[in-house]
């Protein structure tokens, strides 16, 4: 017994298995960003002093989601069968389901969070509506099982045990809940870099119905069209910073 236990352990101490786990911790951690950033502009409705349980509950929750989907493989294979067929013989699976409705979820919310923030910040244009910190919470949840699915899928693509993604999930995740407060000032020290943000959910809500319908876009193209536009937003943000520093005026005597 204690000889069959050793040899099931033995993927512990091979190289690949260490190398697997800091590599898809890594994916994790840029798949998590988007989580992030939606989370951070939800619990921005809420009152100074419930945004940061929020994030912390929101993140928890998708901890737990990645686990539940991970140990739950098999009903996670089932989502690939097609549930039913529609034109031209395009089968649609439950997880084309949850993408199409995430996705449009997504885009939806990220153009309304567009909006407000475009032309419902003086509140004369759109009359807010006050939010309850369970319905931002129950919005994030919502999400949460969207991004877990992408990133559940990741995490079967790039390891073979089972303890490795769950250790990867939860290192992401530790990493995640201490960098969300920093992420969600930032975004709310600077407008443009929120409005920016919004316009990376749209990307992604785009991304995430055409992986729906089975059009797969590279997620290459979309991780380059987000760091390019996050580093013009950079320069920006200097240039602003620059001009906005005081200039002292040396006037000559008279």
């Not at 960098?179 to 930032?186: D, M």
């Not at 876009?217 to 240039?239: D, H, R």
Request: glycine share 8%; aromatic share 8%.
């Amino acid at each position: 017994m204690l000889a069959q236990d050793r040899g099931d352990m033995e993927w512990l101490t091979q190289p690949d298995t260490w190398i697997s786990l800091a590599t898809l911790t890594l994916l994790e951690i840029v798949l998590g960003v988007d989580n992030i950033v939606f989370i951070s502009i939800l619990a921005a409705k809420l009152p100074q002093e419930q945004q940061a349980k929020a994030r912390q509950i929101g993140l928890s929750l998708a901890l737990i989601t990645r686990v539940i989907l991970l140990c739950a493989l098999a009903w996670l294979v089932k989502l690939t069968s097609p549930l039913f067929t529609l034109w031209g013989g395009h089968g649609v699976s439950g997880r084309d389901l949850i993408l199409i409705c995430g996705g449009l979820f997504l885009l939806a919310k990220a153009t309304h969070e567009i909006h407000d923030k475009l032309e419902g910040e003086d509140g004369s244009v759109t009359n807010k509506m006050q939010v309850s910190f369970a319905g931002i919470i129950a919005q994030i949840l919502m999400l949460d099982v969207v991004f877990s699915l992408d990133s559940v899928i990741t995490a079967v693509g790039m390891a073979n045990q089972i303890g490795v993604m769950i250790a990867a999930v939860i290192l992401a995740m530790i990493f995640m809940l201490v960098f969300a407060g920093h992420i969600s000032r930032f975004i709310d020290k600077h407008p443009t870099v929120k409005v920016l943000a919004l316009s990376f959910l749209l990307l992604i809500g785009c991304a995430l119905v055409a992986e729906g319908f089975h059009k797969q876009i590279p997620k290459g193209y979309i991780y380059f069209a987000m760091a390019f536009s996050l580093g013009v937003e950079v320069l920006n943000l200097k240039l602003r910073s620059k001009k906005a520093k005081p200039v002292e005026l040396h006037q000559p005597y008279r």
